[in-house]
């Protein structure tokens, strides 16, 4: 039998009682969220069915139907496929923002190496100015020592040429002014030599008178 030929109202009320256990099917998927995917893959295929079967039998309820169900499986479809977007959107904002904040995390740790090596390093450079500062002080210290000492060496050397010089010309003097007492004493020595030698001369001579008296007295 050819379906053209039967009145539409016979095909409308045959789809009727077709689509009728279908239509239980789909009471039985609505439990379903609206993004399952059986749901949606049910709803989407008899919403098609609905928009054939209306524009065959140019049904509008029917075609009517068809789209609302057609394009409310789209809407979720496009639904959660823009939240699939979304949702990688946010990963990948996620993503950035993690990376965003670990280099800058990583850009403080750099900073923070970086003052403390400068600080380090500023506070090697103090040590090493401090050091130098105390060797170039005992190196000036021990020059002025060295200086002083070579000074003092120096004072002394005079002072002793001086005293030296002082002692020569004081010993000189002394030798000067004990110069005619020496002479005086000389003369004196000689005097009392001469005296004593006299003297001798004549105990000698009175021993001798006397000698001659005995020997005239003894024949």
């Not at 004081?170 to 000389?186: D, F, G, R, T």
């Amino acid at each position: 039998m050819n379906l053209t030929t039967l009145p539409k109202s016979v095909l409308r009320l045959q789809y009727k009682i077709a689509r009728f256990p279908l239509g239980l099917l789909e009471q039985q998927l609505r439990f379903l969220p609206t993004d399952a995917p059986p749901r949606l893959m049910y709803e989407r295929g008899l919403g098609m069915l609905d928009g054939i079967v209306g524009s065959v039998l140019d049904d509008q309820e029917i075609a009517t139907r068809g789209a609302l169900a057609t394009e409310r499986a789209e809407a979720v479809k496009r639904a959660e496929k823009l939240d699939a977007q979304a949702a990688a959107e946010k990963r990948a904002a996620d993503a950035e923002l993690r990376r965003t904040r670990e280099r800058a995390e990583a850009e403080q740790e750099a900073a923070r190496r970086d003052r403390e090596k400068e600080v380090q390093q500023a506070r090697e450079r103090a040590q090493e100015r401090a050091k130098q500062a105390e060797k170039e002080a005992e190196q000036k210290k021990a020059a002025e020592t060295a200086k002083a000492d070579q000074e003092a060496a120096a004072k002394r050397r005079a002072a002793e040429t001086a005293k030296k010089k002082d002692e020569e010309r004081i010993s000189k003097a002394e030798e000067e002014a004990a110069e005619p007492a020496k002479v005086s004493l000389k003369e004196a020595v000689a005097k009392q030599l001469e005296a004593k030698e006299a003297e001798e001369r004549a105990h000698d001579a009175g021993e001798v008178a006397e000698f001659e008296k005995i020997e005239h007295k003894n024949p």
